[in-house]
């Protein structure tokens, strides 16, 4: 008991000292970059009428493309490939390496065909996955691969109206959470419904695309993915092989610049060389680059590239038509300072000042700011009107002022731009309705009466009492750790083997539990699956789970039988399956964190 109390007041000590220089001033800035993340659902058509609409399987290389993509690590995405039904489905995966990202690609290239289309289910299902496992600081987005039309089983129960009517819930359901639906309409038999995909896309402030060929993947992904990123397409002139290398060059703006993406489209191979700024030659692939290489298109990724011009040699074969696209990936986001009050009156003026952050600090690098130009977009919400006022670049940030000019709600943000990225503040709303103007026009002090000083004791008193909260918080949290509670959660479907159906997945988070749990509680204690409640899940060090069976049955892994009597270890996207020996059925289980 001794002990434990020794350590907890260390602990406390320790924590008050690291908070000092946060009460005195400012807290030391993290070095750690990170760009802004994505989660994101695939959603292809893989009925038999993509035999016609798709047949060099444009959306399968689209799919791909869009993987190489996104960031080396943090980006989350999944899979979902329908027809009247969800045929297979991968749940939402973080993409901690280039093996995860080549697993995913081989899922694509294993996707079969089957007899009917119902746009509405892989509509439906993205939503809910993203619902269920999208992480609260990720921007979410689904990509939808179709031709736009249903064919739906004559002889099945389903209606076109139930249809249509799942299809507008599931969209509206999307266009509420903020997730953008993208749509590349396919359309190599001239069958495409472009106008269902665009609205689709329209209603939820998505944008939609067009293609009947492999050339035009470039521009539609970068566009797509530049789009749901605040990033702008570079262009890189187009060239024809002539059988020897040809120098591209590749300029890289600034030292925020957290990835470059160069993809390169040809109907044949091409060889690549890359030379940094320097004039050093750079490995393809090596540490900081990376190449993926798919039957149509060529992927370079540079990793944190230093600033300045590189030169890229492209050697093509002779006639060979070759495009390149360019893409950055920022660190960055635009601020806005405070605004000291939200209610106003006509005439005030309201004082307006932005500026880049970067991984949550001012950004130092002034340089950047050099090509930018900035705009405060005010929208009266009264009257439906927008103006774009013109902000002064002041070299460290943009500053200028709104003057409120009616009895109205305002929403104002500050949209800055370069050629290669622009970045929005969070929009804020302002009032002028009430008339009570104390906020801009108020002077300090004003009303005859001596402004007192603030007692000082008010403030060391609640700075001692946030960091004896913090204190308790933090010795909670390590108590809590110490009981290893579980993070994740489980991906569970079930296969009756007697039709060969499979059922949704359902998502089981397992931080509703403490200590334990079994398979069984997680199938809400089902009779027919009651043989699996002495399979207990116990949570493991370093986010992983560990799998006790107690029971007579048989757990598999890749296929083959396992001896989890003693626990097996499960990381995140491990996949085992059970089978029930008291009822025709198999359980399918997969793990993410």
């Known amino acids: 008991m001794l002990q434990r109390k020794v350590i907890a007041y260390m602990m406390l000590f320790t924590l008050v000292f690291s908070f000092m220089p946060w009460i005195g001033g400012e807290a030391a800035a993290s070095s750690t970059r990170t760009a802004s993340k994505i989660d994101a659902m695939l959603v292809i058509d893989v009925s038999n009428s993509m035999d016609t609409s798709d047949t060099d399987k444009i959306g399968n290389e689209a799919m791909k493309m869009f993987i190489d993509m996104l960031s080396t690590t943090g980006d989350k995405v999944g899979i979902v490939a329908y027809t009247d039904k969800i045929e297979r489905e991968k749940a939402l995966l973080e993409m901690r390496s280039e093996t995860d990202k080549g697993d995913l690609k081989q899922f694509i290239d294993e996707l079969n065909r089957g007899a009917y289309t119902d746009i509405a289910v892989g509509v439906k299902e993205a939503v809910k996955v993203l619902e269920q496992g999208a992480e609260p600081d990720h921007e979410p987005m689904i990509v939808l691969l179709a031709d736009g039309n249903n064919y739906l089983n004559k002889n099945g129960s389903r209606t076109q109206a139930e249809s249509d009517q799942e299809l507008s819930a599931a969209v509206a359901d999307a266009k509420q959470k903020g997730i953008p639906i993208y749509t590349i309409g396919l359309n190599a038999d001239g069958q495409l419904n472009q106008d269902a995909l665009a609205d689709l896309s329209k209603q939820t402030n998505g944008k939609s695309f067009v293609t009947s060929s492999a050339d035009d993947l470039p ?276 296969r009756d083997e007697n039709t060969g159906e499979k059922s949704h997945p359902q998502y089981k988070k397992l931080n509703a539990f403490k200590g334990k749990c079994t398979l069984h509680q997680l199938l809400q204690l089902a009779p027919e699956f009651k043989e699996t409640e002495k399979m207990v899940f116990i949570p493991d060090r370093n986010d992983r789970i560990l799998l006790k069976n107690g029971s007579s049955g048989t757990i598999e892994k890749s296929g083959r039988a396992v001896d989890a009597s003693r626990g097996l270890e499960l990381k995140s996207g491990d996949r085992i399956t059970v089978p029930l020996t008291q009822a025709d059925k198999t359980i399918w289980i997969e793990y993410i964190v």
């Open 219 to 494: 521009q539609i992904l970068s566009e797509i993915f530049a789009s749901h990123q605040k990033l702008k397409i570079v262009p890189i002139q187009s060239m024809t092989g002539s059988g020897s290398y040809q120098d591209v060059t590749v300029n890289v703006p600034n030292a925020n610049v957290m990835e470059a993406n160069i993809s390169i489209m040809s109907s044949k191979p091409v060889d690549l060389r890359l030379y940094d700024p320097s004039g050093k030659a750079a490995a393809i692939p090596g540490d900081d680059v990376r190449l993926s290489r798919s039957k149509s298109y060529s992927l370079l990724k540079l990793l944190e590239p230093a600033q300045g011009d590189w030169k890229l040699q492209v050697k093509g074969a002779e006639k060979d038509k070759i495009d390149i696209n360019l893409v950055f990936n920022y660190d960055l986001k635009l601020a806005l300072d405070p605004i000291p009050s939200k209610i106003h009156k006509p005439g005030d003026k309201i004082q307006i000042n932005a500026y880049l952050t970067s991984n949550g600090q001012k950004l130092q690098n002034d340089a950047l700011y050099r090509n930018m130009k900035a705009v405060l977009h005010v929208k009266d919400l009264d009257t439906g009107k927008i103006a774009n006022l013109s902000l002064v670049n002041a070299g460290d940030r943009f500053t200028g002022e709104f003057e409120v000019k009616d009895k109205h709600d305002y929403e104002l943000k500050v949209r800055a731009e370069e050629k290669s990225f622009y970045r929005e503040t969070v929009p804020v709303k302002v009032s002028a309705k009430t008339g009570a103007g104390a906020g801009a026009s108020a002077q300090p002090g004003a009303g005859g009466e001596e402004e007192k000083p603030f007692p000082m004791w008010i403030i060391y008193s609640a700075a001692g009492a946030a960091v004896l909260g913090l204190a308790a918080a933090f010795l909670l949290a390590a108590w809590k750790k110490a009981n290893r509670g579980f993070v994740g959660q489980l991906v569970i479907e079930v």
